[in-house]
């Protein structure tokens, strides 16, 4: 009875709009206060000693690195080798902005970062070239998840802390959806080209001068993910410390290619600092909360609900891919990450589904989430970016979410897609 | 009144610069401390043990500190729902609401965060760094002084909306 007070107070105060945090928060204080037993030091307690982990440490830095390599030169040297890669494909810039997002994942973080940095140029140069402004939003918005898909990963890095499972796994694991991803969201491009659904211009082949041109003046960027992926691949380091290493290799790089400055390095931090704080605040404030959840044997509860009506582990994920995605829909990717994982977490985990195989269906299933209204934070950037409204950027993004739920099937009935490289890896 | 609320703007600017240079300063000491234990490792053979809890300290402050900066830049997210087709004045009485029962949570993890520091935290230590330092500096200090800077904001969106503006030239 008090329990649903819990949850009824939270979804009343997320949709008076009340910001995600102060919510989870306010839920679990009054909670306390009605239950009248545990006391309110409690949840002082849980937000900072849940907080004292090392590998959330990859949380800052990864944030950083986004937002180090999406200042101007270097985005933009990856974008023209992306151009001369695939820019003369039917479907022209679209697909740039796809293959520029993929290369650019392997050294951003987060889907925010990918939006907002290469975002920007991969819509100015669509609309220069004739591309209707929302189908730019739309393409972008689609493209920028597969940024937190392949390696590096900000989410990836809560998942994999919640449960306590290797966060070099979950980023391996990331590889080979995230390409998947991108390659067929380049399929719909050129169906909704060639079918003259889109008017899209093509251009000229670059020449082979051309684009070892545009591959050396990328080749210092390039490096990074690299760095990372061999760092990974062979073990020398973890995570956390590839995160330290690429961003201090942006850092540098910046100043080699004199797009940073002191001044300016400076606000970058500032600006990181806060970013992942923000977003830090509520994975606090959801220790509680969660500890809450699962004292009142909520997660056991609902496991036994779902296990009464089967136990089949196929129809199970299937269960849970439906209500993350309607969850999706109307919230925020983290608060429904650190809401969901105590809960749906054991339950797969005793139905023998691998744990790096469930964390991959998750991240790719919430991720889809920012592309879906009403709530969906990489159409709200991006909208911005294209200056179109809402309702046109939700019309351009709906084919593309054939394509992302596709993604989604295979990689939930096919855990061998997630789990070849890092089995391949560290068998 | 407008006098005292342009003073309490510019202490309010100036408890946001202290907390974006809190923020610069524990990013560049997560940075120099990860990458510092890599070069370490790597090029003298010499883990550094300490640099992991300095480092996840740092962290700590700069999530709690920097969830505060990101309370005065509005960066909270929060789900848009039905309050923009509300009325003028009905969306400021919500916001005055909204803005209570956070200044109630907020001076709840002040006061509890002080019951953290004094029963629980006072005579623990820090584990590997070379001085031995309370784990209150790290742990219940940091949301402390957070959370208070926070009642501060939120009681200045309060006065904000409640306060009428006087202010326009005749």
Not at chain 1, 95 to 123: K, P, Y
Request: net charge positive; glycine share 8%.
């Amino acid at each position: 009875m008090i329990l649903s007070l819990l949850f009824l107070s939270f979804l009343v105060l997320i949709a008076l709009e009340m910001p995600i945090a102060f919510a989870l928060g306010l839920a679990s204080a009054s909670y306390l206060v009605a239950e009248g037993r545990t006391p309110l030091v409690i949840l002082v307690q849980r937000m900072t000693s849940g907080l004292d982990s090392f590998p959330f440490l990859a949380l800052p830095l990864f944030v950083l690195a986004g937002h180090v390599f999406s200042t101007g030169g270097i985005a933009r040297r990856i974008y023209d080798f992306a151009r001369a890669l695939v820019g003369h494909l039917r479907g022209g810039l679209a697909h740039v902005n796809v293959v520029g997002s993929m290369i650019f994942a392997g050294m951003s973080g987060t889907a925010q970062a990918d939006a907002a940095g290469l975002g920007v140029i991969e819509i100015e140069e669509m609309k220069r070239d004739g591309f209707d402004p929302a189908f730019a939003g739309a393409v972008t918005a689609t493209s920028a998840i597969i940024g937190p898909i392949i390696p590096p990963s900000v989410i990836m890095v809560i998942f994999a802390v919640m449960t306590e499972i290797s966060v070099a796994r979950l980023f391996l694991g990331g590889f080979v959806p995230g390409i998947l991803m991108g390659l067929s969201l380049m399929a719909v491009i050129y169906w909704l080209v060639v079918s003259g659904r889109v008017h899209a211009p093509s251009l000229p082949r670059a020449s082979y001068a051309e684009l070892a041109r545009t591959f050396l003046a990328a080749f210092p960027a390039l490096v990074a993910p690299i760095f990372l992926i061999g760092g990974m691949l062979i073990g020398v380091a973890t995570p956390t410390e590839l995160g330290a290493i690429v961003v201090v290799y942006g850092i540098v790089l910046g100043f080699v290619y004199r797009e940073l400055t002191w001044r300016s390095l400076l606000d970058i931090m500032g600006r990181a600092g806060i970013t992942y704080a923000v977003l830090v605040f509520i994975i606090a404030v959801a220790f509680p909360f969660g500890w809450l959840v699962a004292i009142n044997q909520v997660p056991a509860t609902l496991a036994g609900w779902i296990l009464s009506i089967t136990t089949n582990k196929w129809l199970v994920l299937a269960c849970i891919n439906v209500v993350l995605l309607i969850a999706g829909c109307f919230m925020e990717t983290t608060a429904i990450l650190v809401i969901t994982v105590p809960v749906f977490f054991p339950l797969v985990k005793a139905l023998g589904v691998d744990p790096v195989h469930f964390g991959l269906v998750m991240v790719i299933n919430l991720l889809i989430g920012t592309c879906t209204p009403p709530f969906g934070i990489a159409l709200f950037i991006t909208m911005q970016i294209a200056q179109v409204s809402f309702a046109r950027i939700v019309a351009a993004v709906l084919p593309f979410l054939v394509p992302m739920l596709a993604t989604l099937l295979l990689v939930t009935y096919f855990p061998q897609l997630v789990l070849f490289l890092p089995n391949w890896i560290q068998p | 009144m407008a006098r005292f609320l342009a003073g309490y703007r510019r202490a309010l600017d100036g408890i946001g610069r202290v907390e974006w240079a809190i923020a610069v300063v524990t990013m560049a000491i997560i940075v120099a401390c990860i990458f510092g234990q890599v070069v370490s490792r790597y090029l003298f053979g010499l883990p550094l043990v300490w640099v992991e809890e300095l480092s996840t300290y740092a962290f700590i402050w700069g999530s709690f500190v920097g969830a505060s900066a990101g309370l005065k830049r509005g960066l909270h997210l929060r789900i848009e729902s039905f309050v923009a087709r509300l009325t003028a004045s009905a969306r400021r009485g919500l916001r005055v609401v909204l803005d209570a029962l956070m200044i109630t949570f907020c001076v709840m993890l002040v006061v509890n965060g002080v019951t953290a520091m004094r029963v629980f935290e006072w005579h623990q230590r820090t584990i590997a760094l070379p001085v031995e330092l309370p784990r209150y500096l790290f742990y219940s200090t940091p949301l402390i002084l957070a959370a208070a800077s926070m009642v501060l904001t939120l009681l200045y969106d309060v006065l904000e909306v409640v306060v009428p503006e006087r202010a326009t030239p005749a």
